[in-house]
T-cell receptor, first 115, second 114 residues
């Protein structure tokens, strides 16, 4: 059973650019959630995808968007990058959207630096 | 909306001493409660969770936590820490009626000294 894998592990972008981060879910998991963790802070919920549909969104602007594919892998896209977007982006997969069916399993994250 | 406050940003502790990490939450609805650990340059790993039942929850690596509804707290404890427990610890809540979307506290950095 493979765990949650994210790519790239590190990347540097400049303000105004666009970025795509990728996540491969743990085998058998149909739900993926994305979190942003700024330096020295706790993770913040961005959004969740369940069976390719968005299933809840945190307080993030529309320039943060996502996709989930039929194999349940996922992408996080951020347009018009701002300096404050510099953070560790964490992906978590689960079997279902309820803690009664399964817990979240986190990847090691993609660290984005915006200059 | 839910919120989580971790009262200590850093906790230095000597090896083999006990440690307690404090967590208080605020919510108008029933919540589930969690503690996660983050080792340097790694993702989050679940230590323990409270969904229902006994208010004393035992987790991995010798950690335990107690849910106190009247004080809206979920403090984490370990009776004897090891050097390998040096990490950042996050308390989190999720609405019991809204699935597995977590609200995290700001974290407590534990530094275990020899």
């Amino acid at each position: 059973e493979t765990g949650v894998t994210q790519s790239p592990t590190h990347l540097i972008k400049t303000r105004g650019q666009q970025v795509t981060l990728r996540c491969s879910s743990q085998s058998g998991h149909n739900t993926v959630s994305w979190y942003q963790q700024a330096l020295g802070q706790g993770p913040q919920f961005i959004f969740q995808y369940y069976r390719e549909e968005e299933n809840g969104r945190g307080n993030f602007p529309p320039r943060f968007s996502g996709l989930q594919f039929p194999n349940y892998s996922s992408e996080l896209n951020v347009n018009a990058l701002e300096l404050d977007d510099s953070a560790l982006y964490l992906c978590a997969s689960s079997l279902g959207t309820s803690y009664n069916t399964g817990e979240l399993f986190f990847g090691e994250g993609s660290r984005l630096t915006v200059l | 909306a839910q919120s989580v406050t971790q009262l200590d940003s850093q906790v230095p502790v000597f090896e083999e001493a006990p440690v307690e990490l404090r967590c208080n939450y605020s919510s108008s609805v029933s919540v589930y409660l969690f503690w996660y650990v983050q080792y340097p340059n790694q993702g989050l790993q679940l230590l323990l969770k409270y969904l229902s039942g006994s208010t004393l929850v035992k987790g991995i690596n010798g950690f335990e936590a107690e849910f106190n509804k009247s004080q809206t707290s979920f403090h984490l404890r370990k009776p004897s820490v090891h050097i390998s427990d040096t990490a950042e610890y996050f308390c989190a809540v999720a609405r019991a009626d809204a699935g597995n979307k977590l609200t995290f506290g700001g974290g407590t950095r534990v530094l275990v000294k020899p």
